[in-house]
């Protein structure tokens, strides 16, 4: 009876361990696997110089890191005023556009070019966002077309060989050149990748001195995208869709001085102001969403963020937290062109990397990875049209795939936004008619993939948008 009575609590002792240790192993089972989720990998930080962003935004806005133009005169005769003065700027850019700046050419003759802000600002309901992506821009039409006309308004106004030819001629060259080469398939859609390859191509890597005739092959194609928003940048380790941006961001920003550069010597001093031209990027905060939200919904839809989205894009509000994945195109499914293209493209790569650009102990290189990066979505409500390709007009169609359109057109009145569905207002078509439609059909700007919202009910769908509008 003892030793039945042992044998008995032996047994119900192996039984509990063996229980607790099938426990052990569930748990273990449910538990998330170390490192981030399959399909994504982590993206290495890298050191960033301090900057003053005061400073950087005085450059910005009145520096000359692009110093040819048109000569300041001649530009107000062909242009005319703009008497917004929306910047609160002094002097002559009182009396120019945001995008453009009035600054003093290397020989000293007041010339106007285009900043920053031709492609990083634009307006919602009438209100200028810096640092919003423009997506009304229109580039689909060849621009060196106009070179001649200016040509020969700078010669007519004053004369051959004058110093102001001489301030406007690399800005003449440069639009010569590049041109035929960024034209864009749709309006809102932005050549500027295209750009800095051309722009490389016709620079000397160690001196950056302009050649005439360019010194690598210029790729054909000329793959577009949307502009990301720059309060975002803050928190990637890696710039631009691909992640291709390492090492310094100051000097990879400053890219656009290629432009009209005349040499090394100049870059070293852009290079030095871009610094506070980071501090400055980095000071800016996402706009608030301007409408009421429903704070029943937005508690639901926080929830359901949590649940579905936050392992990639991070969490918001009081401790956030951004896990700087790239996600590989397998896992993301949208369209690959874009990744693929930078990722093969060796010759631009091999320029770059080898480049004045990529000299210590600032160096930056571009070294583009074959996914896209999960953006932060701060303030993501202002950044429509969606995905790296704009082909996603608001967050109702990004989320639920089956609403996405095949061709579809907005106004582009930066008035006409839709806050509850919180993208462009738009009507679908049945084929593209017009370079004001944008045509999913087109290979580089499908419309397919990041699929993470079509298993969600509609309720939450909604909900999850409201939860959206507040970070
Ligand atoms: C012709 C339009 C254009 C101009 C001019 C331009 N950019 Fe951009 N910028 C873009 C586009 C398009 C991208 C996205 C490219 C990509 O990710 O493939 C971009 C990306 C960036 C990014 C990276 C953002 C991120 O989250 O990865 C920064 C920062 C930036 N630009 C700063 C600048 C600064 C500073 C200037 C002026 C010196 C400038 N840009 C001029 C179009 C432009
Ligand atoms: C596996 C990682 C992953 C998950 C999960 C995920 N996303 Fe994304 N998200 C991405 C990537 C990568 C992109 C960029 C894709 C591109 O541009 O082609 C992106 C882009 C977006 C964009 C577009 C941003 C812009 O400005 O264009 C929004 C909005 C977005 N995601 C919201 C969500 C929401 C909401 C969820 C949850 C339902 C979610 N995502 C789940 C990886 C993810």
């Known amino acids: 009876m003892k030793v039945k009575f042992s044998l008995l609590l032996l047994s119900l002792l192996f039984g509990i361990i063996f229980i607790q240790s099938c426990k052990k192993d569930d748990d273990a089972e449910s538990e998330e696997p170390a490192g981030p989720p399959v399909g994504t990998s982590f993206m290495e930080p890298s050191v960033q110089r301090a900057g003053n962003s005061a400073v950087g935004y005085d450059y910005l806005i009145n520096g000359d890191y692009v110093d040819a133009g048109i000569p300041y005169d001649l530009y ?144 054909d194609e000329t793959i577009t995208s949307d502009v990301p928003p720059w309060w975002i940048l803050k928190k990637k380790n890696a710039m631009f869709y691909s992640g291709g941006g390492k090492g310094d961001f100051s000097r990879i920003m400053m890219a656009s001085s290629l432009l009209t550069l005349k040499d090394s010597t100049k870059a070293r001093i852009v290079d030095q102001k871009f610094v506070d031209v980071l501090a400055y990027i980095n000071s800016i905060e996402a706009p608030e969403y301007p409408e009421a939200t429903d704070t029943d919904k937005v508690v639901r839809g926080q929830v359901i963020f949590e649940n579905n989205c936050q392992a990639c894009h991070g969490s918001y509000g009081v401790d956030e937290t951004y896990p700087n994945l790239l996600v590989s195109l397998d896992k993301i499914g949208t369209d690959p062109l874009l990744a693929s293209s930078n990722y093969t493209d060796g010759g631009f790569q091999d320029w770059y990397n080898n480049s004045w650009f990529s000299v210590f102990p600032s160096a930056a290189s571009f070294t583009p990875e074959d996914g896209y990066v999960a953006p932060p979505l701060d303030g993501v409500w202002a950044s429509a049209p969606y995905l790296h390709n704009g082909s996603v007009p608001n967050l109702e169609t990004l989320l639920n795939s089956t609403l996405r359109p095949v061709y579809w057109e907005r106004s582009f009145n930066t008035s006409d936004y839709d806050f509850e569905k919180v993208g462009w207002n738009y009507e679908v078509r049945t084929e593209a008619t017009s370079t004001n439609i944008y045509d999913t059909s087109i290979p580089g700007y499908g419309n397919n993939g990041h699929n993470f919202g079509d298993g969600l009910s509609d309720d939450d769908r909604s909900d999850l948008i409201e939860y959206l509008k507040t970070i």
Not at 77 to 106: H, K, M, Q, V, Y
Not at 128 to 136: A, E, K
Not at 156 to 172: D, I, K, L, M, R
Not at 187 to 194: E, H, V, W, Y
Request: charged share 15%.
């Open 76 to 219: 107000l005769t062909i242009f005319g005023e703009d008497n917004n003065n929306l910047l609160n700027r002094s002097g002559d850019n009182a009396l120019l556009s945001p995008d453009f700046t009035a600054l003093n050419a290397p020989n000293g003759v007041r010339v106007v070019a285009a900043n920053c802000l031709q492609c990083h600002a634009q307006k919602i309901n009438g209100e200028l966002i810096v640092g919003l992506g423009n997506s009304v821009a229109d580039f689909t039409t060849d621009q060196s077309a106009l070179v001649s006309t200016l040509d020969l308004a700078v010669q007519f106004t004053y004369g051959a060989g004058s110093p102001e030819e001489a301030a406007y001629q690399p800005f003449g060259r440069a639009l010569t050149a590049i041109g035929p080469h960024v034209v864009a398939p749709m309006r809102g859609l932005n050549p500027a990748a295209k750009l800095s390859v051309v722009l490389a191509a016709h620079r000397d890597i160690n001196d950056l001195i302009w050649q005439e005739s360019p010194l690598m092959p210029i790729p």
